[in-house]
Nanobody
Framework: EEQLVESGGGLVQAGGSLKLSCQAS????????ICWFRQAPGKEREGVAC????????YDADDVKGRFTISSDNAQNTVYLEMDGLKPEDTAVYYC????????????????????WGQGTQVNVTS
């Protein structure tokens, strides 16, 4: 069974850091694009960052550029989201998703549907 499991969420003060992990099982994500999305209360889900597992190419949302870094460890079938300079507006449930490698294809990866989703991890940033 294909699964994605997120971890690493928590409560942090503004300006602090967190590192989220997304562990895949039941499939090898080498040929996939892996993304982080987030959804804040009362808001639509939005894309945060994506990575092409085979090439390492990344794609970041404008409001996280320079603060968040997505990376992958293919040997561990794990994708990370390192979040620095956190702001209260980053508060949300963060989800990882796996699907076609739109980053490698040069497309906006946030515009497409994804095959597998994790259950989410909560990030709360206090002011």
């Amino acid at each position: 069974e294909e699964q994605l499991v997120e971890s690493g969420g928590g409560l942090v003060q503004a300006g602090g850091s967190l590192k989220l992990s997304c562990q895949a099982s039941g499939f090898s994500f080498y040929y996939y694009g892996i993304c982080w999305f987030r959804q804040a209360p009362g808001k639509e889900r939005e894309g945060v960052a994506c990575i092409s597992a085979s090439t390492g190419m990344t794609y970041d949302a404008d409001d996280v550029k320079g603060r968040f870094t997505i990376s992958s460890d293919n040997a561990q079938n794990t994708v990370y989201l390192e979040m620095d300079g956190l702001k209260p507006e980053d508060t949300a449930v963060y989800y990882c998703a796996a699907g076609s490698d739109y980053v490698r294809a040069g497309a906006d990866p946030f515009m497409f549907a994804y095959d597998y989703w994790g259950q989410g991890t909560q990030v709360n940033v206090t002011s």
